[in-house]
């Protein structure tokens, strides 16, 4: 097996719906969907505050995540069990078993880049999906723009800590994850667009 086959194989779009023309590249909707935008921003918030807690991000992890698999392609990323429009599906390589891998991410955009954060629910260990993209940092992508190449690369010093920070402005729940995590310092990965 190629070990490189996730970047080199074309991205099979066939299965996939693509998002409408009513939406930027990034998914954002127009201004006319403000009053659903803000429904779905209450919504986020609430699942945001239970997945804070220890049984919520249990859930989150064994539960959420599963459905979004599912969900996300069905609906363009527009719905997700995770925050609605900054959700997404990164597939990755097994480190070890070289399988196609799939999880599920609440993400933030800075620039072009998309930052994921390898909280786990704030357990003692990193996610599979965190040493699956340090072995090989290829990856694929699936959010409300679309489907695309990604390469990873882990952030240090003062970029991880700028990006931790703004992940935990924007959803509280990784601050209970850092405090739930205790030594193990929560990696930020960066993914960039594969020339």
């Known amino acids: 097996m190629n070990p490189a086959w996730l970047c080199e194989s074309p991205v099979s779009l066939d299965r996939l719906p693509s998002c409408d023309a009513g939406s930027d590249a990034r998914g954002r909707e127009s201004a006319g969907d403000g009053r659903a935008m803000a429904a779905l921003d209450r919504i ?3 699942g945001v505050a239970a997945s804070s807690s220890r049984l919520g991000g249990l859930f989150y992890h064994h539960v959420s995540r599963r459905i979004d698999r599912f969900l996300i392609p069905w609906t363009s990323g527009r719905l997700a069990m995770g925050p609605p429009g900054q959700t997404l599906l990164l597939t ?4 070890r078993s070289a399988k196609r891998r799939v999880a599920s991410l609440a993400f933030l955009w800075d620039g072009a880049d998309i930052v994921v954060v390898a909280s786990k629910g704030g357990a003692d260990h ?3 999906w965190y040493h699956n ?3 090989d940092p290829c990856a694929v992508v699936q959010h409300r723009g679309g489907v695309e190449k990604r390469r990873a690369r882990e952030a240090s010093g003062g970029e991880r800590d700028r990006l931790f920070a703004r992940a935990a402005s924007t ?5 209970a994850y850092q405090r739930r995590a205790k030594d193990r310092a929560i990696p930020v990965m960066i993914l960039s ?3």
């Open 126 to 128: 990193h996610p599979a």
């Open 171 to 175: 959803w509280d729940n990784f601050s």
């Open 193 to 195: 667009l594969d020339d």
């Open 133 to 135: 993209l340090k072995a």
């Open 92 to 95: 990755t390589k097994g480190a």
């Open 44 to 46: 986020a918030r609430a």
